[in-house]
């Protein structure tokens, strides 16, 4: 849905809104409602910009998610995954990640280098996808947002403790 001025009518929920701690639950049918909310994700994104979004973040609590599937590169790339689970992961890697969803805050978070996730992607067809290093760890990330986790919960309790007085600070002074 856009209102007059063209912008979203979805908002990107912030940490420690409990959306963002919430399980969400498997898509059992993929109707005009979901093509909807995706196609709304999809505009959020590339607004906001991110390279990636679970719908949690937006206040849905439904296992899809989608991203850029070149976001080094110039141009849009965009892939939908509807119940995505990662069947493999491989060796390590230590990425910088941040999320739009944890304003002004990004930590280096140790992840698997190599993933193979499943799922579906917005027409029914099954998806069966292989993807390493920024994209490996760009699926992890967005996959935890469907669990209810986030990249700060796997940084350690001293940085995590910083970060929330460091939101404090900012919540009080807007
Ligand atoms: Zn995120």
Same mark, same amino acid.
């Given at each position: 849905?856009?209102?007059?001025e @063209?912008?979203h %009518?979805?908002?990107?929920?912030?940490?420690?809104?409990? =959306?963002?701690?919430?399980? /969400?639950?498997? *898509? +059992?049918?993929?109707?005009?409602?979901?093509?909807?909310?995706?196609?709304?994700?999809?505009?959020?994104?590339?607004?906001?910009?991110?390279?990636?979004?679970?719908?949690?973040?937006?206040?849905?609590?439904?296992?899809?998610i989608?991203?850029?599937?070149?976001?080094?590169?110039?141009?849009?790339?965009?892939?939908?995954?509807?119940?995505?689970?990662?069947?493999? @992961?491989?060796? %390590?890697?230590?990425?910088?990640?941040?999320?739009?969803? =944890?304003?002004?805050?990004? /930590?280096?978070? *140790? +992840?698997?280098?190599?993933?193979?996730?499943?799922?579906?992607?917005?027409?029914?067809?099954?998806?069966?996808?292989?993807?390493?290093?920024?994209?490996?760890?760009?699926l992890?990330?967005?996959?935890?947002h469907?669990?209810?986790?986030?990249?700060?919960?796997?940084?350690?309790?001293?940085?995590?403790?910083?970060?929330?007085?460091?939101?404090?600070?900012?919540?009080?002074?807007?």
């Open positions: 849905m856009l209102t007059e @063209g912008t %009518s979805l908002k990107i929920h912030t940490y420690p809104d409990p =959306v963002l701690k919430t399980q /969400a639950d498997p *898509v +059992r049918n993929i109707d005009e409602g979901l093509q909807v909310l995706i196609d709304e994700m999809l505009d959020v994104m590339y607004k906001a910009p991110g390279i990636g979004l679970a719908a949690n973040q937006v206040g849905e609590l439904k296992r899809v989608v991203f850029d599937k070149s976001p080094r590169d110039e141009g849009r790339d965009p892939v939908v995954l509807i119940n995505p689970e990662i069947v493999l @992961g491989e060796a %390590s890697i230590r990425w910088e990640e941040a999320c739009l969803s =944890v304003i002004d805050f990004s /930590a280096e978070v *140790v +992840r698997q280098r190599q993933v193979k996730v499943t799922g579906y992607d917005r027409n029914e067809k099954p998806v069966d996808m292989e993807a390493e290093d920024i994209l490996a760890v760009c992890q990330h967005e996959i935890d469907l669990n209810g986790t986030l990249f700060i919960d796997h940084i350690s309790s001293l940085k995590r403790a910083l970060y929330k007085k460091k939101l404090k600070k900012m919540m009080q002074k807007s």
